[in-house]
């Protein structure tokens, strides 16, 4: 097909080359990727994102991803795609762009079976530019299993990204299967980039990646990160964000929670359980691309409902607690079967003048927080087990680890 014979894109070629490259072997493929760093750094900027759903409801299609009929979006004029869609990525003015990378997957099973042999490839286009293959650079994530035939895979997009100008980014054939099953279809792309600008706070930027299924089985994912010598200022100001797949739009459960604290301190964590408008602190895989603030990113289409893809992004003031030194995220699922593939951090490293700190203990709106001096808390890394309470969703092992290093 004449949109795979595009200039392909490979970090090992300038980004204006039009040299085809040679075939390249399928990377090999692993039904589980346990959670690993991809990117990390401290430096004055932070971490954006573009995503985007390539599949939508068919006609009668409810709100609920199971047993939901799908069908492609196709959002540009090119006759050889059968599925597009756009979104921004707002990298600040004057920033330069340190790491970026293109996240993608879906269903292969839904009313169709796609072949497993296109999960690695996908066109992609920066802004006012043309479609260029993108294949596969790392071991694929598919995972066959109730009813379900899921996949990610990603790519290295630095020089791409660095080297364009603002505006909608379009990744189009992403192999997702449309038509229905009883476990629903679903599929998009993410697109994460860091970036450093001078006049930007001073922040712990981290990308993890991998592919975990988490449900009734296997309930607790758990990323530690340590801060080393840096300390979390007072009023702190932070973002975290994550990827999924197949998380149902009213079926509660399924929680993104951080825990702060100090080394070898007797005050224990600060747990906060994050939650905003579009996420409910039960149902934070719900289908859906939110962020923060009044200004969104730009996306063509912009379902609000998008049906098993799930790429948010989570505001972290009032959960970063002062002088901690370590950090660690929960992001768990009592119910819903789901995978997960992506969680993207920015936390302040240094205070920013002005800006204040909610008293300890008292909950930020939107935020559930626990961890007032003199309770007793459990130690930080640790699977915490016990009964659900106000605001704590019940965390029962196993709990999966991230892995300190990537291979």
């Not at 004057?94 to 009313?111: E, F, P, T």
């Not at 994530?141 to 899921?150: E, F």
């Not at 808390?377 to 709990?399: D, K, N």
Request: charged share 20%.
């Amino acid at each position: 097909m004449c949109a795979f014979s595009c200039a392909a894109l490979s970090a090992a070629l300038p980004v204006a080359s039009a040299v085809a490259p040679p075939v390249a072997a399928q990377p090999k493929e692993a039904a589980r990727l346990p959670f690993a760093p991809r990117f990390e750094a401290v430096q004055h900027g932070g971490v954006v994102r573009a995503a985007n759903t390539s599949a939508t409801g068919a006609a009668g299609a409810g709100s609920v991803n199971d047993g939901a009929a799908l069908a492609y979006v196709d959002v540009d004029t090119d006759p050889n795609t059968y599925n597009s869609s756009r979104a921004e990525l707002r990298v600040p003015a004057g920033a330069r762009v340190s790491w970026a990378r293109l996240y993608w997957g879906g269903n292969l099973r839904a009313g169709e079976q796609k072949p497993p042999k296109d999960n690695g490839r996908v066109l992609i286009a920066e802004p006012g530019g043309q479609y260029r293959a993108l294949l596969a650079d790392t071991t694929i994530g598919h995972r066959t299993a109730d009813g379900a035939d899921a996949f990610q895979a990603s790519a290295d997009v630095t020089e791409l990204v660095r080297s364009s100008r603002p505006g909608l980014w379009t990744v189009a054939q992403v192999n997702v299967a449309m038509g229905r099953s009883a476990v629903g279809g679903w599929g998009g792309w993410t697109l994460v980039a860091a970036y450093e600008k001078a006049d930007e706070p001073l922040r712990r930027l981290a990308v993890w990646d991998g592919f975990e299924a988490l449900g009734p089985k296997n309930q607790e994912l758990g990323v530690p990160l340590a801060l080393g010598a840096h300390r979390i200022p007072q009023g702190a100001d932070g973002r975290l964000g994550f990827v999924g797949y197949d998380g149902d739009r009213g079926t509660s459960g399924d929680y993104l929670a951080v825990e702060t604290g100090v080394a070898k301190s007797a005050k224990g964590v600060t747990r906060t359980v994050l939650s905003d408008s579009a996420n409910s602190a039960d149902d934070v895989m719900n289908s859906s691309i939110t962020e923060p603030g009044t200004s969104r990113m730009e996306r063509l289409p912009a379902h609000q409902n998008t049906l098993g893809y799930d790429s948010d992004v989570f505001d972290l003031r009032g959960a970063l607690r002062h002088g901690a030194d370590r950090f660690h995220i929960r992001l768990g699922s009592r119910k819903d079967a789901v995978w997960l593939g992506v969680l993207f951090l920015q936390a302040d490293l240094e205070q920013r003048p002005g800006r204040g700190r909610p008293s300890p203990g008292r909950p930020v709106p939107g935020r559930t927080v626990l961890g007032e001096p003199g309770l007793e808390q459990p130690s930080l890394g640790q699977p915490v087990l016990g009964q659900a309470g106000p605001g704590r969703p019940l965390l029962v092992a196993p709990v999966l680890e991230a892995e300190a290093d990537r291979d």
